[in-house]
Protein backbone atom coordinates (compact mmCIF):
# COMPACT_ATOMS: atom_id res chain seq x y z
CA UNK A 1 0.00 0.00 0.00
CA UNK A 2 1.50 3.30 -1.20
CA UNK A 3 0.79 6.60 -0.42
CA UNK A 4 -0.43 9.56 -1.79
CA UNK A 5 2.01 12.15 -2.69
CA UNK A 6 -0.06 14.80 -0.59
CA UNK A 7 0.04 12.46 2.36
CA UNK A 8 3.69 12.61 2.70
CA UNK A 9 5.17 14.16 5.06
CA UNK A 10 7.92 16.99 3.96
CA UNK A 11 11.05 17.37 5.71
CA UNK A 12 11.77 21.11 6.70
CA UNK A 13 14.52 22.34 4.20
CA UNK A 14 17.95 22.63 5.53
CA UNK A 15 18.07 26.49 6.35
CA UNK A 16 14.81 26.79 7.28
CA UNK A 17 15.82 24.78 9.73
CA UNK A 18 18.92 26.43 10.87
CA UNK A 19 16.99 29.38 10.91
CA UNK A 20 14.35 28.35 13.67
CA UNK A 21 16.85 26.57 15.56
CA UNK A 22 17.43 27.89 19.47
CA UNK A 23 20.29 26.12 20.58
CA UNK A 24 23.71 26.36 18.58
CA UNK A 25 24.87 22.27 17.20
CA UNK A 26 28.53 22.27 18.43
CA UNK A 27 30.64 24.93 21.06
CA UNK A 28 32.02 28.07 20.24
CA UNK A 29 32.87 31.31 21.73
CA UNK A 30 28.84 32.18 21.44
CA UNK A 31 25.70 30.70 21.55
CA UNK A 32 23.93 32.62 18.92
CA UNK A 33 21.84 30.96 15.45
CA UNK A 34 20.83 32.29 12.42
CA UNK A 35 17.36 33.03 14.26
CA UNK A 36 19.52 36.54 14.99
CA UNK A 37 19.09 37.18 11.45
CA UNK A 38 15.45 37.42 12.07
CA UNK A 39 14.78 39.32 15.12
CA UNK A 40 17.48 41.91 13.65
CA UNK A 41 15.47 42.14 10.95
CA UNK A 42 13.03 43.44 12.87
CA UNK A 43 14.90 45.25 15.62
CA UNK A 44 16.62 47.56 12.44
CA UNK A 45 12.05 48.32 11.56
CA UNK A 46 12.25 48.94 15.21
CA UNK A 47 14.80 51.59 15.60
CA UNK A 48 13.13 53.19 12.84
CA UNK A 49 9.69 53.56 14.11
CA UNK A 50 11.34 54.69 17.43
CA UNK A 51 12.85 58.01 15.86
CA UNK A 52 9.35 59.00 14.71
CA UNK A 53 7.90 57.83 18.60
CA UNK A 54 10.78 60.14 20.35
CA UNK A 55 9.87 62.87 17.67
CA UNK A 56 6.36 62.83 18.57
CA UNK A 57 7.03 63.00 22.00
CA UNK A 58 9.19 65.90 21.54
CA UNK A 59 6.25 67.59 20.25
CA UNK A 60 4.23 66.87 22.48
CA UNK A 61 5.96 67.99 25.58
CA UNK A 62 6.30 71.27 23.31
CA UNK A 63 2.55 71.10 22.49
CA UNK A 64 1.29 71.00 26.40
CA UNK A 65 4.48 73.35 27.29
CA UNK A 66 2.89 76.20 24.76
CA UNK A 67 -0.69 75.38 26.08
CA UNK A 68 -0.06 75.78 29.77
CA UNK A 69 2.19 78.70 29.57
CA UNK A 70 1.70 80.38 26.55
CA UNK A 71 -1.87 79.75 25.33
CA UNK A 72 -1.32 79.01 21.98
CA UNK A 73 -0.37 75.63 19.09
CA UNK A 74 2.79 75.35 18.71
CA UNK A 75 5.48 72.59 18.62
CA UNK A 76 8.94 73.78 19.39
CA UNK A 77 10.33 73.46 22.62
CA UNK A 78 10.65 76.24 25.14
CA UNK A 79 11.33 77.08 28.38
CA UNK A 80 8.09 77.96 31.39
CA UNK A 81 10.61 80.33 32.45
CA UNK A 82 9.61 83.28 30.29
CA UNK A 83 5.82 82.38 31.16
CA UNK A 84 3.96 85.43 32.36
CA UNK A 85 1.23 83.84 34.21
CA UNK A 86 1.87 85.46 38.26
CA UNK A 87 0.10 83.63 40.81
CA UNK A 88 -1.55 81.46 38.37
CA UNK A 89 1.58 79.70 37.91
CA UNK A 90 0.77 77.30 41.13
CA UNK A 91 -2.43 76.13 38.87
CA UNK A 92 -0.62 74.79 35.76
CA UNK A 93 1.27 71.97 37.77
CA UNK A 94 -1.26 71.42 39.58
CA UNK A 95 -3.33 70.66 36.61
CA UNK A 96 -0.90 68.55 35.04
CA UNK A 97 -1.04 66.31 38.10
CA UNK A 98 -4.35 66.16 38.15
CA UNK A 99 -4.67 65.02 34.45
CA UNK A 100 -1.84 62.63 35.05
CA UNK A 101 -3.53 60.82 38.40
CA UNK A 102 -6.63 60.36 36.47
CA UNK A 103 -4.94 59.01 34.03
CA UNK A 104 -3.16 56.31 36.00
CA UNK A 105 -6.24 55.30 37.80
CA UNK A 106 -8.78 54.97 34.88
CA UNK A 107 -5.93 54.50 32.28
CA UNK A 108 -2.90 52.38 33.20
CA UNK A 109 -1.06 52.97 36.87
CA UNK A 110 1.94 51.35 34.51
CA UNK A 111 1.95 54.72 33.03
CA UNK A 112 3.27 56.10 37.01
CA UNK A 113 7.27 55.95 37.73
CA UNK A 114 10.29 56.80 36.08
CA UNK A 115 10.03 54.55 32.93
CA UNK A 116 13.30 52.73 33.05
CA UNK A 117 11.83 50.69 36.25
CA UNK A 118 8.96 49.77 34.73
CA UNK A 119 11.03 48.71 31.55
CA UNK A 120 13.31 46.43 34.05
CA UNK A 121 9.67 44.82 35.65
CA UNK A 122 8.28 44.02 32.09
CA UNK A 123 11.40 42.63 30.89
CA UNK A 124 12.19 40.36 34.03
CA UNK A 125 8.67 39.55 35.46
CA UNK A 126 6.21 39.78 32.50
CA UNK A 127 8.06 37.71 29.68
CA UNK A 128 8.78 41.22 27.78
CA UNK A 129 5.19 41.75 26.94
CA UNK A 130 3.64 45.79 26.98
CA UNK A 131 0.15 46.34 27.15
CA UNK A 132 -0.96 48.28 24.01
CA UNK A 133 -2.22 51.08 25.58
CA UNK A 134 0.51 51.87 27.66
CA UNK A 135 2.46 52.55 24.23
CA UNK A 136 -0.11 55.86 24.16
CA UNK A 137 -0.84 56.63 27.53
CA UNK A 138 2.81 57.03 28.80
CA UNK A 139 3.98 59.26 26.41
CA UNK A 140 1.07 61.57 26.97
CA UNK A 141 0.94 61.05 30.30
CA UNK A 142 4.96 62.26 30.58
CA UNK A 143 4.06 65.01 28.03
CA UNK A 144 1.37 66.21 30.11
CA UNK A 145 3.54 66.17 33.03
CA UNK A 146 6.63 67.93 31.79
CA UNK A 147 4.60 70.05 30.12
CA UNK A 148 2.91 71.81 32.88
CA UNK A 149 6.14 72.22 34.68
CA UNK A 150 7.13 68.85 35.86
CA UNK A 151 10.99 68.85 36.50
CA UNK A 152 11.56 65.97 34.48
CA UNK A 153 13.29 64.38 32.07
CA UNK A 154 12.10 63.38 28.56
CA UNK A 155 14.11 59.92 28.27
CA UNK A 156 12.99 57.75 31.03
CA UNK A 157 8.98 58.33 29.28
CA UNK A 158 11.04 57.32 25.55
CA UNK A 159 12.70 54.31 26.61
CA UNK A 160 9.32 52.79 27.94
CA UNK A 161 7.74 54.13 24.88
CA UNK A 162 10.10 53.10 22.58
CA UNK A 163 10.38 49.69 24.46
CA UNK A 164 6.30 49.29 24.51
CA UNK A 165 6.50 49.92 20.37
CA UNK A 166 9.21 47.15 20.68
CA UNK A 167 7.04 44.51 22.71
CA UNK A 168 3.95 45.46 20.60
CA UNK A 169 5.95 44.30 17.32
CA UNK A 170 7.08 40.95 18.81
CA UNK A 171 4.20 39.65 20.31
CA UNK A 172 2.66 40.04 16.76
CA UNK A 173 5.56 37.08 15.71
CA UNK A 174 6.17 33.89 17.17
CA UNK A 175 9.00 34.69 19.16
CA UNK A 176 10.45 33.34 22.37
CA UNK A 177 10.19 35.48 25.68
CA UNK A 178 14.53 36.07 25.20
CA UNK A 179 13.61 37.36 21.47
CA UNK A 180 10.96 39.75 22.76
CA UNK A 181 13.14 40.92 25.26
CA UNK A 182 15.75 42.07 22.54
CA UNK A 183 12.96 43.89 20.63
CA UNK A 184 11.76 45.31 23.52
CA UNK A 185 15.03 46.63 24.37
CA UNK A 186 15.57 47.38 21.10
CA UNK A 187 13.05 49.72 20.87
CA UNK A 188 14.36 51.69 23.98
CA UNK A 189 17.50 52.06 22.25
CA UNK A 190 16.42 53.26 19.52
CA UNK A 191 14.04 55.98 21.29
CA UNK A 192 16.97 57.19 23.61
CA UNK A 193 19.36 57.15 20.56
CA UNK A 194 16.71 59.58 18.80
CA UNK A 195 15.89 61.70 21.41
CA UNK A 196 19.68 62.72 22.36
CA UNK A 197 21.55 61.73 19.48
CA UNK A 198 23.69 58.82 21.64
CA UNK A 199 23.89 55.53 19.60
CA UNK A 200 26.76 54.28 21.27
CA UNK A 201 24.90 55.71 24.99
CA UNK A 202 21.91 53.73 24.41
CA UNK A 203 23.51 50.71 23.29
CA UNK A 204 25.64 50.75 26.68
CA UNK A 205 22.44 51.17 28.45
CA UNK A 206 20.56 48.65 27.21
CA UNK A 207 23.79 45.94 28.25
CA UNK A 208 23.99 47.86 31.76
CA UNK A 209 20.53 48.27 32.53
CA UNK A 210 18.02 46.33 30.34
CA UNK A 211 19.50 43.25 28.75
CA UNK A 212 20.81 41.34 31.84
CA UNK A 213 23.25 39.29 29.32
CA UNK A 214 26.27 40.34 27.25
CA UNK A 215 25.64 38.20 24.28
CA UNK A 216 25.21 38.69 20.12
CA UNK A 217 21.97 37.48 20.07
CA UNK A 218 20.78 40.41 22.00
CA UNK A 219 23.60 42.68 21.09
CA UNK A 220 23.48 42.62 17.47
CA UNK A 221 20.19 43.71 17.25
CA UNK A 222 19.76 46.24 19.32
CA UNK A 223 23.13 47.85 17.73
CA UNK A 224 20.95 47.57 14.92
CA UNK A 225 18.19 49.64 16.04
CA UNK A 226 20.22 52.26 17.60
CA UNK A 227 22.00 52.65 14.28
CA UNK A 228 18.20 52.62 12.36
CA UNK A 229 17.00 55.33 14.90
CA UNK A 230 20.38 57.53 14.69
CA UNK A 231 20.10 57.46 10.75
CA UNK A 232 16.25 58.29 11.44
CA UNK A 233 17.01 61.09 14.04
CA UNK A 234 18.95 63.01 10.82
CA UNK A 235 16.07 62.86 8.31
CA UNK A 236 14.14 64.56 11.15
CA UNK A 237 15.70 66.66 13.85
CA UNK A 238 18.72 68.99 14.36
CA UNK A 239 22.15 66.55 13.94
CA UNK A 240 24.11 69.26 15.88
CA UNK A 241 25.47 67.60 19.72
CA UNK A 242 22.74 68.28 22.29
CA UNK A 243 24.79 70.80 24.46
CA UNK A 244 27.81 72.67 23.62
CA UNK A 245 31.09 72.97 25.44
CA UNK A 246 33.74 75.64 25.38
CA UNK A 247 36.95 74.09 24.37
CA UNK A 248 39.93 72.82 27.14
CA UNK A 249 43.17 70.93 26.41
CA UNK A 250 43.30 67.60 25.51
CA UNK A 251 44.90 66.64 28.56
CA UNK A 252 44.15 68.80 31.49
CA UNK A 253 47.17 67.93 33.99
CA UNK A 254 47.61 65.71 36.70
CA UNK A 255 46.49 68.15 38.81
CA UNK A 256 43.18 68.58 37.64
CA UNK A 257 43.18 64.41 37.26
CA UNK A 258 43.76 63.85 40.99
CA UNK A 259 41.03 66.55 41.57
CA UNK A 260 38.76 64.51 39.18
CA UNK A 261 38.46 62.04 42.04
CA UNK A 262 37.43 64.91 44.81
CA UNK A 263 34.83 65.24 41.76
CA UNK A 264 33.71 62.28 41.70
CA UNK A 265 33.51 61.60 45.81
CA UNK A 266 31.20 64.65 46.19
CA UNK A 267 28.98 63.45 42.84
CA UNK A 268 29.06 60.01 44.23
CA UNK A 269 27.86 61.80 48.30
CA UNK A 270 25.16 63.77 45.85
CA UNK A 271 23.97 60.93 44.32
CA UNK A 272 23.73 58.89 47.51
CA UNK A 273 21.54 61.77 48.82
CA UNK A 274 19.39 62.27 46.18
CA UNK A 275 18.47 58.52 45.85
CA UNK A 276 17.55 58.85 49.38
CA UNK A 277 15.64 62.27 48.61
CA UNK A 278 13.08 60.35 46.27
CA UNK A 279 12.46 57.62 48.36
CA UNK A 280 12.35 59.77 51.34
CA UNK A 281 9.57 61.47 49.35
CA UNK A 282 8.01 58.12 48.07
CA UNK A 283 7.51 56.67 51.88
CA UNK A 284 5.95 60.07 52.67
CA UNK A 285 3.54 60.06 50.32
CA UNK A 286 2.87 56.23 51.30
CA UNK A 287 2.69 56.68 55.37
CA UNK A 288 1.62 60.01 56.08
CA UNK A 289 -1.11 60.09 53.14
CA UNK A 290 -2.27 56.56 52.80
CA UNK A 291 -6.06 57.63 53.40
CA UNK A 292 -5.85 60.16 49.99
CA UNK A 293 -5.93 57.39 47.08
CA UNK A 294 -2.23 57.82 44.83
CA UNK A 295 -4.59 59.04 42.22
CA UNK A 296 -4.62 62.65 43.82
CA UNK A 297 -0.78 62.73 44.64
CA UNK A 298 0.51 64.42 41.65
CA UNK A 299 -1.57 67.42 42.26
CA UNK A 300 -0.15 67.55 45.86
CA UNK A 301 3.31 67.39 44.19
CA UNK A 302 2.15 69.89 41.39
CA UNK A 303 1.28 72.43 43.88
CA UNK A 304 5.19 71.96 45.52
CA UNK A 305 5.96 72.66 41.90
CA UNK A 306 4.45 75.90 41.40
CA UNK A 307 5.72 77.26 44.45
CA UNK A 308 9.17 76.05 43.48
CA UNK A 309 8.93 77.60 39.97
CA UNK A 310 7.96 80.87 41.54
CA UNK A 311 10.87 80.66 43.54
CA UNK A 312 12.98 79.75 40.64
CA UNK A 313 11.64 79.68 37.30
CA UNK A 314 14.38 77.79 35.57
CA UNK A 315 13.34 74.80 37.45
CA UNK A 316 10.24 73.82 35.58
CA UNK A 317 10.92 71.82 32.40
CA UNK A 318 13.48 69.25 31.38
CA UNK A 319 15.49 72.31 32.04
CA UNK A 320 17.95 71.57 28.65
CA UNK A 321 18.64 75.77 28.09
CA UNK A 322 19.59 75.84 31.72
CA UNK A 323 21.88 72.92 31.31
CA UNK A 324 23.39 74.27 28.21
CA UNK A 325 24.18 77.54 30.24
CA UNK A 326 25.69 75.85 33.04
CA UNK A 327 28.03 73.51 30.50
CA UNK A 328 29.40 77.26 29.12
CA UNK A 329 30.10 78.71 32.50
CA UNK A 330 27.39 81.51 32.28
CA UNK A 331 25.13 81.34 35.35
CA UNK A 332 26.07 82.65 38.07
CA UNK A 333 27.13 81.14 41.29
CA UNK A 334 24.44 82.45 43.12
CA UNK A 335 21.59 81.59 40.33
CA UNK A 336 23.46 78.64 40.00
CA UNK A 337 23.14 77.50 44.03
CA UNK A 338 18.96 78.70 43.69
CA UNK A 339 18.38 76.47 40.77
CA UNK A 340 20.47 73.20 42.57
CA UNK A 341 18.38 73.81 45.42
CA UNK A 342 14.57 74.13 43.73
CA UNK A 343 15.52 71.44 41.09
CA UNK A 344 16.56 68.90 43.70
CA UNK A 345 13.58 69.69 45.76
CA UNK A 346 10.27 69.74 43.93
CA UNK A 347 12.33 66.67 41.76
CA UNK A 348 12.40 64.58 44.42
CA UNK A 349 9.24 65.52 45.96
CA UNK A 350 7.07 64.92 42.24
CA UNK A 351 9.16 62.13 41.51
CA UNK A 352 7.86 60.14 45.29
CA UNK A 353 4.67 61.17 44.28
CA UNK A 354 4.29 58.39 41.65
CA UNK A 355 3.93 60.93 38.89
CA UNK A 356 5.13 59.98 35.13
CA UNK A 357 8.61 61.75 34.50
CA UNK A 358 12.49 60.71 34.28
CA UNK A 359 15.35 61.06 35.69
CA UNK A 360 18.00 61.71 33.31
CA UNK A 361 17.79 65.23 32.55
CA UNK A 362 17.28 66.50 35.71
CA UNK A 363 20.42 64.24 36.88
CA UNK A 364 21.97 66.11 34.48
CA UNK A 365 21.64 69.54 35.69
CA UNK A 366 22.15 68.54 39.12
CA UNK A 367 25.30 67.57 38.07
CA UNK A 368 26.43 70.12 36.13
CA UNK A 369 25.33 72.47 39.18
CA UNK A 370 27.26 70.61 41.16
CA UNK A 371 30.33 71.02 38.59
CA UNK A 372 29.52 74.92 38.30
CA UNK A 373 29.91 75.21 42.22
CA UNK A 374 33.22 73.11 42.10
CA UNK A 375 34.57 75.59 39.43
CA UNK A 376 35.09 77.76 42.64
CA UNK A 377 37.67 75.89 43.81
CA UNK A 378 39.34 72.98 41.50
CA UNK A 379 41.62 73.87 39.18
CA UNK A 380 41.15 76.03 36.21
CA UNK A 381 40.54 74.45 32.96
CA UNK A 382 38.03 75.74 30.86
CA UNK A 383 35.01 77.39 31.46
CA UNK A 384 32.05 74.21 31.57
CA UNK A 385 34.84 71.63 32.09
CA UNK A 386 34.12 70.77 35.89
CA UNK A 387 30.17 70.83 35.00
CA UNK A 388 30.63 68.26 32.48
CA UNK A 389 32.41 66.21 35.14
CA UNK A 390 30.31 66.20 37.64
CA UNK A 391 27.74 65.85 35.35
CA UNK A 392 29.06 62.69 33.82
CA UNK A 393 29.86 61.51 37.76
CA UNK A 394 26.53 62.05 38.74
CA UNK A 395 24.63 60.12 36.29
CA UNK A 396 27.51 57.27 36.52
CA UNK A 397 26.70 57.26 40.19
CA UNK A 398 23.20 57.18 40.41
CA UNK A 399 22.31 55.08 37.66
CA UNK A 400 25.47 52.84 38.17
CA UNK A 401 26.03 52.77 34.92
CA UNK A 402 29.32 54.12 34.52
CA UNK A 403 29.96 53.25 30.60
CA UNK A 404 26.70 54.81 29.80
CA UNK A 405 27.55 57.91 31.51
CA UNK A 406 31.02 58.97 30.23
CA UNK A 407 29.89 57.82 26.56
CA UNK A 408 26.75 60.02 27.25
CA UNK A 409 28.43 62.77 28.18
CA UNK A 410 30.83 62.33 25.14
CA UNK A 411 28.06 62.01 22.46
CA UNK A 412 25.28 65.00 23.34
CA UNK A 413 28.89 67.73 23.95
CA UNK A 414 31.14 66.17 21.31
CA UNK A 415 34.21 67.02 24.15
CA UNK A 416 36.16 63.85 23.18
CA UNK A 417 38.89 65.40 24.91
CA UNK A 418 37.55 65.06 28.37
CA UNK A 419 37.56 61.05 27.88
CA UNK A 420 40.21 60.65 31.07
CA UNK A 421 38.63 63.40 33.19
CA UNK A 422 35.53 61.49 33.11
CA UNK A 423 36.45 58.01 33.46
CA UNK A 424 38.27 59.19 36.41
CA UNK A 425 35.56 61.00 38.03
CA UNK A 426 32.75 58.88 36.77
CA UNK A 427 34.24 55.44 38.47
CA UNK A 428 34.98 57.07 41.86
CA UNK A 429 31.33 58.47 41.73
CA UNK A 430 30.37 54.75 40.77
CA UNK A 431 32.38 53.17 43.22
CA UNK A 432 31.44 55.35 46.45
CA UNK A 433 27.65 54.42 45.46
CA UNK A 434 28.42 50.50 44.59
CA UNK A 435 29.90 50.31 48.35
CA UNK A 436 27.30 52.66 50.03
CA UNK A 437 23.61 52.26 48.92
CA UNK A 438 22.30 48.45 48.42
CA UNK A 439 20.37 49.66 45.18
CA UNK A 440 20.52 52.68 42.51
CA UNK A 441 17.49 54.95 42.21
CA UNK A 442 16.17 52.94 39.35
CA UNK A 443 16.74 49.45 41.55
CA UNK A 444 15.39 50.58 44.17
CA UNK A 445 11.75 50.92 42.73
CA UNK A 446 11.84 47.48 41.20
CA UNK A 447 13.02 45.98 44.69
CA UNK A 448 10.02 47.98 46.38
CA UNK A 449 8.06 45.96 44.15
CA UNK A 450 8.86 42.53 45.66
CA UNK A 451 11.51 41.54 43.07
CA UNK A 452 15.55 41.46 43.32
CA UNK A 453 17.78 42.46 40.51
CA UNK A 454 21.13 41.95 39.82
CA UNK A 455 23.47 44.11 38.20
CA UNK A 456 26.53 42.17 37.48
CA UNK A 457 27.30 39.89 34.60
CA UNK A 458 29.75 36.76 35.02
CA UNK A 459 30.60 33.57 32.92
CA UNK A 460 28.25 30.52 34.33
CA UNK A 461 30.60 28.33 35.64
CA UNK A 462 28.78 25.31 34.21
CA UNK A 463 29.49 26.94 30.96
CA UNK A 464 33.51 26.23 31.88
CA UNK A 465 32.88 22.13 32.79
CA UNK A 466 32.00 19.63 30.96
CA UNK A 467 30.14 16.26 31.68
CA UNK A 468 33.78 14.04 32.10
CA UNK A 469 35.24 16.33 35.21
CA UNK A 470 32.14 15.89 37.79
CA UNK A 471 30.85 12.62 35.98
CA UNK A 472 30.72 9.49 38.36
CA UNK A 473 33.02 7.02 35.92
CA UNK A 474 32.04 3.63 37.41
CA UNK A 475 29.27 2.45 34.98
CA UNK A 476 25.67 2.60 36.90
CA UNK A 477 23.92 -0.47 38.13
CA UNK A 478 20.39 -0.02 37.77
CA UNK A 479 20.57 3.40 35.72
CA UNK A 480 21.53 1.79 32.49
CA UNK A 481 18.21 1.70 31.37
CA UNK A 482 17.16 5.56 32.16
CA UNK A 483 16.07 7.08 29.35
CA UNK A 484 18.50 10.30 30.19
CA UNK A 485 21.76 9.97 28.14
CA UNK A 486 24.81 12.66 28.33
CA UNK A 487 28.05 12.24 26.44
CA UNK A 488 31.65 13.40 28.36
CA UNK A 489 32.35 16.13 25.98
CA UNK A 490 29.41 18.17 26.81
CA UNK A 491 29.04 21.16 28.90
CA UNK A 492 26.93 20.71 32.05
CA UNK A 493 24.81 24.14 31.03
CA UNK A 494 23.81 21.61 28.26
CA UNK A 495 23.30 18.82 31.17
CA UNK A 496 21.51 21.20 33.73
CA UNK A 497 19.24 22.19 30.58
CA UNK A 498 17.82 18.65 29.44
CA UNK A 499 18.01 17.92 33.05
CA UNK A 500 15.29 20.58 33.57
CA UNK A 501 13.57 19.70 30.54
CA UNK A 502 13.14 16.09 31.26
CA UNK A 503 12.77 16.27 35.22
CA UNK A 504 15.65 13.63 35.11
CA UNK A 505 18.20 14.24 38.03
CA UNK A 506 20.50 11.38 37.08
CA UNK A 507 21.91 10.90 33.69
CA UNK A 508 23.45 8.17 32.14
CA UNK A 509 26.89 8.93 30.38
CA UNK A 510 27.84 7.55 27.17
CA UNK A 511 30.12 8.44 24.60
CA UNK A 512 28.63 9.68 20.52
CA UNK A 513 30.49 6.12 18.98
CA UNK A 514 27.11 4.95 18.75
CA UNK A 515 27.79 1.74 21.00
CA UNK A 516 25.65 2.98 23.86
CA UNK A 517 27.71 1.26 26.64
CA UNK A 518 27.44 3.51 29.86
CA UNK A 519 30.79 4.59 31.28
CA UNK A 520 29.52 6.17 34.15
CA UNK A 521 26.35 8.72 35.41
CA UNK A 522 26.13 12.42 36.21
CA UNK A 523 23.51 13.13 38.64
CA UNK A 524 22.25 16.71 40.35
CA UNK A 525 24.69 16.72 43.15
CA UNK A 526 27.61 15.91 40.96
CA UNK A 527 26.23 19.36 38.68
CA UNK A 528 27.06 21.00 42.55
CA UNK A 529 30.24 20.22 42.38
CA UNK A 530 31.23 22.78 39.88
CA UNK A 531 29.26 25.39 41.90
CA UNK A 532 31.56 24.70 44.76
CA UNK A 533 34.39 24.72 42.74
CA UNK A 534 33.51 28.67 41.41
CA UNK A 535 32.02 29.25 45.53
CA UNK A 536 35.80 28.14 46.62
CA UNK A 537 37.80 30.71 43.87
CA UNK A 538 35.57 33.32 45.43
CA UNK A 539 36.25 33.16 48.76
CA UNK A 540 39.43 31.07 49.77
CA UNK A 541 42.50 33.14 50.02
CA UNK A 542 46.16 31.81 49.74
CA UNK A 543 49.46 33.31 49.21
CA UNK A 544 50.91 31.03 45.89
CA UNK A 545 54.10 33.03 45.69
CA UNK A 546 55.40 33.58 49.47
CA UNK A 547 56.94 37.33 49.98
CA UNK A 548 60.37 36.22 50.97
CA UNK A 549 60.82 33.91 47.69
CA UNK A 550 60.05 36.75 45.04
CA UNK A 551 62.65 38.97 47.09
CA UNK A 552 65.56 36.36 48.59
CA UNK A 553 67.18 36.03 45.01
CA UNK A 554 67.81 39.63 44.13
CA UNK A 555 69.10 40.21 47.79
CA UNK A 556 71.87 37.06 47.73
CA UNK A 557 74.96 38.02 46.65
CA UNK A 558 76.10 37.04 43.00
CA UNK A 559 78.17 34.01 43.17
CA UNK A 560 81.95 33.91 42.61
Sequence with gaps: MTRSRSARPHARPAWLERLTRE????????????????????????????????????????????????????????????????????????????????MARYGSEKIRGHGIPEAIEAILMRGSRVEPRLAVLKPLSSAIAIGSGGPFGAEGP??????????LVAQAFHLTSAERKTLLVAGAAGGMTATFGSPLAAILLAVELLLFEWKPRSFVPVALASAAAMTTRHFLM??????????????????????????????????????????????????????????????????????????CPRALGVGYDSIGDLLAGRLPIGSTLLLMAVKWGIWSFALGSGTS??????????????GSVEATFLPGVAAGFWPLVSMAA??????????????????????????????????????????????????????????????????DPLEVLFVRDVMRPEPPLAGASSPGRAHPD?????????????????????????????????????????????LEEETRRERVIPVHRVFTPWLRPPKR
Excluded at 158 to 167: C, E, K, R
Excluded at 432 to 449: A, G, H, M, P
Design 238 to 311: DSAPLFQVPQHASFVGVGSLLACVVAGLAAGVLSALMTGSVYFFEDLFQERLRRIHWMWWPAIAGVAIGVGGAI
Design 23 to 102: EPTSLGDFTATLRVLPVAILAVGIGVLSGFVALGLLDLIGLFTNLFFFHRFRLDLVSPAGHSLGAWLVAVPLAGGLIVGL
Design 490 to 534: ETLRTVSHRMASTGLTRLVVVHRNGTRVPVGEVTLEDMLKARRRH
Design 357 to 370: GGVLAPLLMLGAAL
Design 158 to 167: IIMTGGAFGS
Design 394 to 459: ILGGTMRAPLTAVVFSLEITHDWDAVLPLCVAVTVAHAFTVLVLRRSILTEKVSRRGYHVTREYAI
